[in-house]
């Protein structure tokens, strides 16, 4: 299983940005998917997952700007993240898992990350 996230960059808060997840060596339609954050000395916490056939979840503080998507015959994963706030500055990861752990961070495999840098 490989994942490997792109699209992080440093905006200004009330920005936009879309970062994509590559998926490969496994049934992407298959499995859970999910986008999580990091911030250094914090938990990392789950941001939004989704599975192949609808299902859907979001954190809280990020209802109504972020949008979740996947392209099952890319084996590609998205966010897109609009009205981009300074909390929500943190290192980004793609996470797959046969088991749908909802937001925990569970998921058995992860990317490298992708920097997400917000500014005021």
């Known amino acids: 299983v490989q994942l490997v996230e792109s699209g992080g960059d440093s905006v200004q808060s009330g920005g936009s940005l879309r970062l994509s997840c590559a998926a490969s060596?496994?049934?992407?339609?298959?499995?859970?998917m999910g986008w999580f954050r990091r911030v250094p000395g914090k938990e990392r916490e789950g941001v939004a997952t989704?599975?192949?056939?609808?299902?859907?979840a979001y954190a809280n503080s990020v209802k109504g700007r972020f949008t979740i998507s996947q392209d099952t015959a890319k084996n590609m994963l998205y966010l897109q993240m609009n009205s981009l706030l300074p909390e929500d500055t943190a290192m980004y990861y793609c996470?797959?898992?046969?088991?749908?752990?909802?937001?925990?961070?569970?998921?058995?495999?992860w990317g490298q990350g992708t920097q997400v840098t917000v500014s005021s």
């Open positions: 060596g496994f049934t992407f339609s298959s499995y859970y």
């Open positions: 989704i599975v192949s056939g609808g299902r859907i």
């Open positions: 996470a797959a898992d046969r088991i749908d752990w909802w937001l925990l961070p569970r998921y058995t495999y």
